[in-house]
């Protein structure tokens, strides 16, 4: 069995690959009991910083009940004594989209596959639980009704899928309470604490799914009322990450007041989509890829991102951030920054995510005449009415939003240097997809240019990584039409996860919430890679907003605005996703 070393303040893994699902790496808190119970706002306890929650709060809770007060110092844990360790995972904001919809789904895909951990102590048969907390009134029994309805298993085995359903909901609470009463995260602890209670300590995850205005007020109090006293503490936060450098600034600082960077994962859950995991994979473990990526080969990338619907109820939100924010500033540009790096010295999670700090950090910054806006406006047409972004009555009435932005971006470092990398971002399109791709050069004195009877872009190659949906990686080549003569066409080679892996793809989130549980940081977003990432888009959204730049209107369903052709060709590109083969 191979140990990782974690480190002391934070419980990460530091330096090792990720760990595989067999290998457990644990921090251990030896608990010390002490005669009354004491609320120490968890910056005291963690960084020595000062808790935004009051001291008078915290003595207020601090009546409640007697809990043992750790002693934080952290060390290996061999795999068989995990038996000796409770996950507890709180969701808060339970009652919302999110929760419903991927977070709980997540949780039960994970203890359907055995990645909870699970094991008999004593009387004590399973040891993860999770736990609803919200506003919403609801009992337990309610609570469960709800995710319950969302939960569905991967292997069509009735009998086993409902057994392992109602095992897994006889494991999920509900606690109602306010975002910033620290007497409710204090009934939430004595919750949690309780089904802790058989083991030598308790690990717990926070997963802040709820609006950004309340991110910080959440994370104060459930770190100051909720933390564990007797293992790790980790919250998993949602984004937006601000909505410019200045507001995510703050907003790191104000976690930094109650949790150490070791304790934030901060999921951009395009990082756990399979084929973004298989990215490096592809580079760094195929010779015939790695030589070729760079200026030398490669005429540009695209990075496309598309949907089929609208806001759908979401206006509220998205109106406030924008397609940029909501997509391109984040998942795109993770994209890029995972496809654009040099070979990390290692897969520990540090080492990847300072090559990724590097590729942001020599890039341009985005510059509006680089950029083409748009906003979908409503159809009628084949019996079927489509609403405009205006028409979403949470849209306020002529917001100039944009629900579609493409842009042009530049790396400025020997291997990139002069190569555009396009980002494109869309609701209400014709099509949902989200794919990578990657166009090379012409062949220098091509033989067969005749033959081919194709303009020299149409024939040159082309890599398409297709995250979603149908997930495949094809590679277009120029290829000898069989029989006798010499007529050559343009075909793929095709790998289509379909019908080479008989496997259910896990969903982002389940991995994401997995990596948290297992301390691995490699996939979340680390604060310096997103200071640099609002560094380059923050300039040019002020300039739409304070230029307040109409976007360009596109029906619904179409392929976008016109512009993003305009733009697309002032740098010699055709978008890839144009071509009708590849829809
Ligand atoms: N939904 C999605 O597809 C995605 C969401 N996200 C992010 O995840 C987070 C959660 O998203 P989502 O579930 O859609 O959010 P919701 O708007 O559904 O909010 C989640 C919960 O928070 C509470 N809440 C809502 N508004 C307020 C408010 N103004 N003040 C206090 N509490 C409020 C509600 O619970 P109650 O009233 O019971 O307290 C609600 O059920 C957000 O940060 C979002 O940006 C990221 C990617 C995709
Ligand atoms: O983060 C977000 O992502 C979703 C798209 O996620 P996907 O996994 O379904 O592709 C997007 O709809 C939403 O606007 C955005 O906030």
């Known amino acids: 069995m191979r140990l990782s070393t974690v480190s002391k303040a934070s419980g990460s893994v530091v330096g090792g690959a990720r760990p595989v699902s067999s290998v457990r790496v644990c921090r251990v808190g030896t608990p010390q009991t002490q005669p009354a119970y004491q609320v120490t706002p968890r910056s005291i306890r963690q960084s020595g910083r000062t808790a935004a929650v009051s001291e008078t709060k915290a003595k207020e809770i601090s009546k409640a009940a007697p809990v043992p007060v750790p002693d934080l110092q952290a060390y290996e844990l061999p795999l068989e004594d995990w038996t000796q360790s409770a996950l507890s995972v709180c969701v808060v904001g339970a009652s919302g989209d999110l929760a419903k919809k991927k977070i709980f789904p997540a949780l039960f895909a994970l203890f359907y596959e055995g990645h909870l951990p699970k094991a008999s102590v004593g009387v004590v048969s399973v040891y993860f639980s999770i736990f609803g907390y919200a506003r919403t009134k609801m009992s337990d029994e309610e609570f469960r009704a709800m995710i319950g309805s969302n939960l569905s298993c991967r292997v069509a085995d009735a009998t086993d899928c409902s057994r392992k359903i109602e095992e897994f909901l006889s494991r999920c609470f509900y606690q109602a309470g306010q975002y910033d009463a620290l007497e409710d995260y204090a009934a939430l602890d004595r919750r949690m604490t309780a089904a802790e209670e058989r083991f030598k300590r308790g690990d717990r995850v926070f997963y802040l799914s709820i609006p950004p205005n309340i991110f910080t007020t959440v994370a104060a109090s459930a770190s100051t009322a909720a933390s564990s006293k007797s293992g790790w503490t980790r919250m998993i936060v949602e984004k937006p990450f601000g909505r410019d450098l200045e507001s995510s600034r703050l907003l790191a600082s104000e976690l930094y007041k109650h949790l150490a960077e070791e304790q934030i994962y901060r999921i951009d859950h395009y990082l756990g989509k399979e084929l973004i995991e298989n990215l490096t994979v592809l580079r760094f473990a195929n010779l015939v890829f790695e030589p070729l990526w760079s200026r030398q080969y490669i005429r540009n990338v695209q990075v496309i991102f598309s949907e089929n619907f609208g806001t759908e109820g979401r206006g509220g939100y998205f109106d406030q951030y924008g397609i940029v924010r909501d997509v391109i500033q984040n998942h795109l540009l993770q994209i890029l920054a995972l496809f654009a790096m040099e070979q990390p010295a290692s897969l520990g999670a540090e080492d990847i995510r300072d090559e990724k700090v590097k590729v942001l950090r ?156 297992n301390g691995d940081r490699r996939l979340f977003i680390r604060n310096d890679e997103l200071e640099v990432a609002w560094e380059k888009f923050t300039p040019v959204l002020k300039e739409i907003e304070q230029r307040r730049v109409a976007p360009e209107l596109y029906p619904y369903g179409s392929r976008g605005p016109v512009g993003a052709h305009y733009l697309a060709a002032k740098y010699g590109v055709r978008w890839g996703d144009h071509n009708p083969e590849d829809l």
């Open 362 to 517: 020599s890039m341009q910054v985005v510059k509006l005449e680089d950029m083409v806006l748009g906003q979908y406006r409503g159809r009628t047409g084949k019996g079927q009415s489509l609403p405009g972004y205006l028409d979403d009555a949470t849209v306020p009435p002529n917001s100039i939003t944009p629900t579609f932005a493409a842009c042009a971006v530049f790396l400025n470092n020997a291997r990139w240097d002069g190569v555009p990398f396009l980002l494109k971002a869309g609701k209400a399109l014709e099509s949902r997809t989200a794919e990578i791709r990657v166009q090379f050069r012409h062949v220098p004195g091509s033989l067969y240019h005749d033959k081919l009877n194709l303009a020299a872009d149409a024939a040159s190659n082309e890599l398409v990584i297709r995250i979603q949906p149908n997930e495949s990686i094809y590679l277009k080549i120029n290829n000898k039409v069989p029989g006798l003569g010499l007529n050559v066409d343009t075909t793929r080679l095709d790998l289509s996860y379909d019908s080479r892996y008989q496997t259910h793809l896990p969903d982002a989130y389940e991995r994401l919430i997995l990596d948290c549980v």
